[in-house]
């Protein structure tokens, strides 16, 4: 396993995001290097109050320790106690506009392992989409392009990672998906490392084409007040989802990682009313009952 020729394409993956998004906004990324005193570290890229992003954040971590968080060997409680070594890239985009989509990626090794024992790695990652506003022809070209992504590797994949997108970012105590999903998958090794380090390089690289189109379509259409309160609102959801939830938060802050870098996907602004309902036939009601729930979105 060559660790350092995944490092170096997750560094390069944040390098060419970070350039693709300034050039979108006009502001600059803080750059913000930091050590984790278990072992390990990170490059957490920022950039907040910008002309098109509300908060947009890039992270590279390659962190280790001795011994397995429980949310790591939840799923294989075989590997409970091994030493471990993650790395990956992880971001989360948050426009000013509400027309614009909040989205999600990230790209990730996991390796356990253990003296007198073979190695144990995987891979995980993904993307997904969170709109205010529902928009058939953005919904299309995102898990479009996550389908093209994967093809390569098998007709499965695409539906495979789909529903299991559709599964996890779903916020069971609501009953609600988080958006209109993408692709997910964890603890991938079935093709061999080559191929599934392949597969995840795929997922990466699929990220810009996934979502520049959509936010240039976008970013221009005027909005008021009523359009950036839906949007506090079902901010709202990504928050209780990512605290009550999201398996990398935990596992972030169950191996003693950096607060600042994992609360980065936190979205400036939030806000809650008690049982609230939007007026029916408006388009903050198409988005609940038109586009939050399970769709074929690439044969729509």
Known sequence: MDTAAIKSYFLDLQARIIAAAEAADGGSFRHDEWQRPAGGGGISRLLEGGALFERAGVGFSHVMGDKLPPSASAHRPEL????????GVSLVFHPRNPYVPTVHMNVRMFRAHQDGEADVFWFGGGMDLTPYYGFAEDARHFHQTCADALAPFGDDKYPR?????????????????????GVFFDDFS??????????????????LGAYLPILARRRDMSFGQNERDWQAYRRGRYVEF?????????????SGGRTESILMS??????????YQPQAGSPEAALLSDFLAARDWVSA
Not at 80 to 87: C, D, N, S, V, Y
Not at 161 to 181: M, S, T, V
Not at 242 to 254: A, E, H, I, S
């Open 80 to 87: 409970a106690g091994r030493a471990w070594e993650a790395m």
């Open 161 to 181: 990672f789909k529903q299991w997108c559709d599964a996890y970012f779903f916020l069971k105590h609501r009953n609600e998906p988080r958006g209109i999903g």
């Open 190 to 207: 079935e093709l061999g490392f080559e191929q599934s380090f392949a597969m995840t390089r795929a997922v990466g690289d699929a990220f």
């Open 242 to 254: 990512n605290l009550v939830w999201d398996r990398g938060t935990l596992f972030g802050l169950q």
């Open 266 to 275: 936190m979205p400036p602004q939030a806000n809650w009313r008690y049982d």
